[in-house]
């Protein structure tokens, strides 16, 4: 396990590897526009699609393996892709592509956000598929972003207060292989987030917002994904894509009758020095 700092790269076109959100607040077509407002160049390959709403979702069906891999062959042998960002799988159908495709991102920053399940609660991913999941992902990726629930699907742990969050780092980490930044967003009272990667440890420490919003996990993923190709090291990128999000949940606005959804914007984004 390691935590380097990538170079930073001319142009980059960066890949989000996640599911269909038709309401555009989560997965693929949310990641596109953080791509956008960062000012790099998005393509897509879904993994899943859902019937959704800033309510919650109504339906999920995985993409089949053989178009997974064709979109991704055909988009790779056209694009210099600088960068990949994972989001959700719906089963584990998908998981020997996915091991396959992020063997192509060696060297190149990789985020891996698990998403096991919807904000609204609709499972995505059974616990008979866990370990299916961390075989197809062990050591591939530059960070791993899992929130409390998935720490507790990863290791058993029950993680309910900021003191346990160190201890779930380290065992998150030692599991998936990489670095780790465990979200303590659904703590109790002031949020904590902790970084591991195998040595060092930081805490990110800040407060609580009054309000349902959707799509933080995605728009953190992918600000990371961007601060990453940017040059910065994985701890750097974490306090800059943390700011990031906290500024985007603020400006979050409500665009039907449930949680309020991020607009990514070019002003939620401290410009990174390593660009």
Request: aromatic share 8%.
């Amino acid at each position: 396990m390691n935590s380097p700092r990538f170079e930073s790269y001319p142009d980059p076109i960066l890949l989000s590897i996640a599911g269909l959100d038709p309401s555009a607040g989560a997965g693929i077509y949310l990641d596109l526009q953080v791509f956008q407002a960062f000012g790099f160049f998005g393509a897509a390959v879904p993994t899943a699609l859902t019937a959704q709403n800033t309510r919650g979702v109504t339906a999920v069906r995985s993409a089949e393996a053989e178009m997974f891999t064709g979109q991704y062959d055909t988009l790779s042998t056209d694009l210099r892709l600088s960068g990949c960002k994972c989001g959700m799988f719906v089963g584990s159908a998908l998981f020997p592509a996915l091991k396959a495709v992020l063997e192509d991102f060696e060297h190149k920053p990789v985020v891996i956000d698990p998403v096991f399940r919807s904000g609204s609660g609709t499972v995505f991913l059974e616990d008979t598929s866990i370990t299916a999941y961390i075989r197809s992902i062990k050591g591939k990726g530059s960070l791993f972003t899992p929130n409390l629930d998935e720490v507790c699907a990863l290791t058993g742990m029950t993680v309910s207060s900021p003191n346990d969050l160190q201890a779930a780092a380290r065992a998150v980490a030692e599991r998936v292989e990489m670095p780790c930044l465990v979200k303590g967003g659904h703590l109790k009272g002031n949020k904590a987030d902790i970084f591991y990667d195998g040595q060092n440890w930081s805490s990110f420490d800040h407060p609580s917002i009054d309000k349902e919003v959707h799509g933080t996990g995605c728009f953190l993923s992918s600000a990371l994904l961007c601060y990453l190709v940017s040059g910065e090291t994985p701890l750097h990128a974490c306090t800059l894509a943390i700011r990031s999000t906290q500024r985007a949940i603020h400006s979050a606005r409500a665009v039907g009758g449930g949680r309020s959804v991020i607009v990514p914007t070019p002003s939620l984004f401290q410009a990174s020095p390593a660009r």
